[in-house]
Antibody, heavy 119, light 110 residues
Framework: EVQLVESGGGLVQPGGSLRLSCEVS????????MSWVRQAPGKGLEWVAN????????YYVDSVKGRFTISKDNAKNSLYLQMNSLRAEDTAVYYC????????????WGQGTLVTVSS | QSVLTQPPSASGTPGQRVTISCSGG????????VNWYQQLPGTAPKLLIY???QRPSGVPDRFSGSKSGTSASLAIGGLQSEDEADYYC???????????FGGGTTLTVL
């Protein structure tokens, strides 16, 4: 059974940092692109970033470029999102998602972890 | 303002057929495949349709997708109360080098 479990969310002050993790099981992690997608409270879905199977290619939405870094550790079956210089508008539930190729086909999702940026 | 445009709401009565549209452009839907997601209240999104018109295993054939030019549509036939959810279209955008979603459509079963 494919499982994705996010962790690391919480309350952080503006300008602060947070590192999200996504531990996966039930499939060969090293064979898949992976993505982060977020959803602000009461709002729609927003793609944040993705990373190639071996970590050699990464893409980001413009609003997080230079502040967020996506990475993965294939030995640990884990995906990460390092978030720096956090802003109020980054407040959202963050989902990790298994991704088919580099596109927008996310075939398995985690349950999400809430990040709240507030003073 | 989302890159892909969806109507904010749609509705129908049980048994009816409803269609949700998704309009994009030449750098996203025009050259890449469209995927649809269903998000039930309080849950994570679920892949409903991929590659324009393909259903993952377990998705009822009441759900169907199509694409023409820079637009796509999701059709739900034989509407059921459990279909009440938010529906999102998504595609890769070659100009942005990123994924893009529609703003979402809230489906109400009357």
């Amino acid at each position: 059974e494919v499982q994705l479990v996010e962790s690391g969310g919480g309350l952080v002050q503006p300008g602060g940092s947070l590192r999200l993790s996504c531990e996966v099981s039930g499939f060969t992690f090293s064979s898949y692109w992976m993505s982060w997608v977020r959803q602000a409270p009461g709002k729609g879905l927003e793609w944040v970033a993705n990373i190639k199977q071996d970590g050699s290619r990464k893409y980001y939405v413009d609003s997080v470029k230079g502040r967020f870094t996506i990475s993965k550790d294939n030995a640990k079956n884990s995906l990460y999102l390092q978030m720096n210089s956090l802003r109020a508008e980054d407040t959202a539930v963050y989902y990790c998602a298994r991704t088919v190729t580099t596109g927008a086909r996310f075939d398995y999702w985690g349950q999400g972890t809430l990040v709240t940026v507030s003073s | 303002q989302s890159v892909l445009t969806q109507p904010p709401s749609a509705s129908g009565t049980p048994g009816q057929r409803v269609t949700i549209s998704c309009s994009g452009g030449s750098s996203n839907i025009g050259i890449n495949t469209v995927n649809w997601y269903q998000q039930l209240p309080g849950t994570a999104p679920k892949l409903l349709i991929y590659s324009n018109d393909q259903r993952p295993s377990g998705v009822p054939d009441r759900f169907s997708g199509s694409k023409s030019g820079t637009s796509a549509s999701l059709a739900i036939g034989g509407l059921q109360s459990e279909d009440e959810a938010d529906y999102y279209c998504a595609a890769w955008d070659d100009s942005l080098n990123g994924g893009v979603f529609g703003g979402g459509t809230t489906l109400t079963v009357l």
